[in-house]
């Protein structure tokens, strides 16, 4: 399935949003390290520039991560519309179609002067719901990496996606795979056939 435009990049953010809990250091951790992060997102509207928003948007992230599933376990869709739900009703959604920065039209579920984790909650909320309403949750993925806690997004059309873009897993693990075919070609004959 395409999703739109507006939700494949408000899903991908939602992802950065959650991995920041597994960078060093956390760019939430700080207002100027905030700062920098959020102007790398695709969030529009009012900002305060306080350490105030910074705190809300990073007790937002808690809530956000909930969206994902545990590492092997299937998404519970029941659960996620009680979060999506909560969610809207919190941040006092109301949907409207909005046209700006080059994008066409497109949703936006509260005002641009909604406090900043109201309208990063609600965007997010609004795609998730996206994935609800085509029972495709399980593209909200958490990354096949050894030792890696980052989550994903799998809008790929095979759903093939395994790994996450925060770091260099998928890397690692092909690099690895290969190390592993490489000594095991080189072992001695005799030594493969007794293993």
Known sequence: MEFAHDTQVVLA??????????TTPDPLDDLASFEAWLD?????????HTDAERVSVRD??????????AAD???????????????????????????HAGWDWHLH???SHAPLAHRIG????????DLIRVDDLSRLRRCAGEDCDAVLVDLSRNRSKRFCDT???????????YRARRAKAAEPAGRRARS
């Open 60 to 69: 937002l992230r808690a809530r956000v991560a909930a969206f994902w599933p």
């Open 122 to 129: 609600a965007e997010i909320a609004m795609a998730v719901a």
């Open 73 to 99: 376990a299937e998404p519970d869709r029941d659960g996620t519309v009680e979060l999506v739900n909560a969610l809207f009703a919190e941040t006092d959604a109301r949907p409207v179609l909005a046209r």
């Open 167 to 177: 770091g260099n897993c998928a890397n690692r693990a092909h690099v690895a795979a």
């Open 109 to 111: 579920v509260t005002p």
């Open 40 to 48: 790398e997102q695709p969030y529009s509207g009012d900002r305060e």
């Open 13 to 22: 953010a939602a992802a950065a949003l959650v991995n920041t809990a597994t």
